[in-house]
Nanobody, 117 residues
Framework: VQLQASGGGLVRPGGSLRLSCAAS????????MGWYRQAPGKQRELVAT???????NYADSLKGRFTISRDNAKNTLYLQMNSLKPEDTAVYYC????????????WGQGTLVTVSS
């Protein structure tokens, strides 16, 4: 399984970005995909996750500004980020996990989001 994240870049405070993550390979359909981020000098943290049926979970601090979605037909995950703040600056990683007789957990390479004026 490979995860290819894209869509990061430089954006001004208050701006928006949409991240994408394309999954390829042999993927079990009953899976959870998610976005995590890691700011400089900090640990990786949860942004949001979404199940194959659309159930979502968000970090409390990001509710209302970020929206996670997925297109199961395209095996693609999205993250719409609005009202961006400098503290949202981080490398954003996509993740895919599922259980099929054992746990499977995959990470993408990360895409850098920089929020700065």
């Amino acid at each position: 399984v490979q995860l290819q994240a894209s869509g990061g870049g430089l954006v001004r405070p208050g701006g928006s970005l949409r991240l994408s993550c394309a999954a390829s390979g042999s993927i079990f359909s009953l899976n959870t995909m998610g976005w995590y981020r890691q700011a400089p000098g900090k640990q990786r943290e949860l942004v949001a996750t979404i199940t194959e049926s659309g159930g979502t979970n968000y970090a409390d601090s990001l509710k209302g500004r970020f929206t996670i979605s997925r297109d199961n037909a395209k095996n693609t995950l999205y993250l719409q980020m609005n009202s961006l703040k400098p503290e949202d600056t981080a490398v954003y990683y996509c993740n895919l996990r599922y259980w099929l007789r054992q746990a499977y957990n995959y990470w993408g390479q990360g895409t850098l989001v920089t929020v700065s004026s």
